[in-house]
């Protein structure tokens, strides 16, 4: 019972192997009763080391978010799945891509796949958003326009070389409403031109969006 309590304490927040050994510092052979425990569910093996406890004694799913950004870090969660978060795309992503500052990293956990794409350390601290869950569970994820941008610069074989042809990709390509893109700030775009990659990449962008926003927002 007392692990049980343990257990629901942790809720949904990811933990260390050594926090498990320190809740199992009663038993003879604790490594024997992680392996029970993950063998009948009762908590979820996210990699080595890191655990999760499942939601018959959370009481809540496992934040897929927060498990982003503690499964390979420093990371915060970008591109389609942020650019979905937000609705700005109408497809339901599964996949978790971030970026990092670390090597490109890839994860098939038993809460689904998560991908980690390596970026500049001075595009990684630009438009960086906090977010909480339902159940008060804090996470890092990027704004959409660092999601947006993120897209543009890490997107391989990317062929853009006009505004038309960047309205095309935005609005065939991703399925963006071009309207959705009226309260963007431009500064966060600017700030990411300012590390200097793909720079013509994200000037095409910052062009549309501005005229979006003179004409018609």
């Known amino acids: 019972m007392e692990l049980i309590r343990a257990l629901k304490k942790l809720k949904a927040v990811p933990f260390t192997h050594a926090v498990l050994l320190a ?10 009763k992680i392996k029970q425990m993950v063998k009948k569910g009762e908590i979820i093996r996210l990699r080595r080391g ?4 499942d939601e018959i004694y959370s009481n809540a799913k496992p934040s897929v978010e927060l498990v982003a950004n503690l499964l390979y870090g420093p990371s915060y969660i970008s ?17 978790v891509t971030s970026m990092t500052t670390k090597q490109v990293r890839s994860f098939a956990t038993p809460l689904g796949r998560y991908t980690y794409i390596k970026t500049s350390a001075c595009l990684y601290g630009i438009g960086l958003d906090t977010r909480q869950s339902s159940d008060g569970i804090y996470y890092i994820i990027a704004s959409k326009e660092k999601a947006l941008c993120d897209k543009l610069l890490f997107t ?14 935005l609005e065939e390509d991703l399925r963006i409403e071009l309207s959705d893109l009226c309260n ?3 500064e966060i775009i600017e700030a990411c031109m300012a ?9 095409l962008l910052h062009k549309v969006i501005q005229k979006e926003q003179e004409n018609k927002c």
Do not use: T, W
């Not at 809740?23 to 024997?32: A, I």
């Not at 890191?50 to 406890?53: E, F, P, T």
């Not at 799945?81 to 599964?94: C, D, Q, T």
């Not at 590390?195 to 000037?203: A, G």
């Open 184 to 186: 963007f700030n431009l």
């Open 195 to 203: 590390c200097d990659h793909k720079v013509k990449l994200l000037e």
């Open 79 to 95: 591109m389609d799945y942020a650019l979905s978060y937000y609705g700005l795309i109408p497809e339901r992503v599964y996949e």
């Open 156 to 169: 391989k074989k990317l062929a853009i070389r006009s505004q038309k042809a960047m309205r095309v990709y």
């Open 50 to 53: 890191l655990y999760v406890v």
């Open 23 to 32: 809740l199992l510092k009663d038993y003879r052979n604790p490594e024997d």
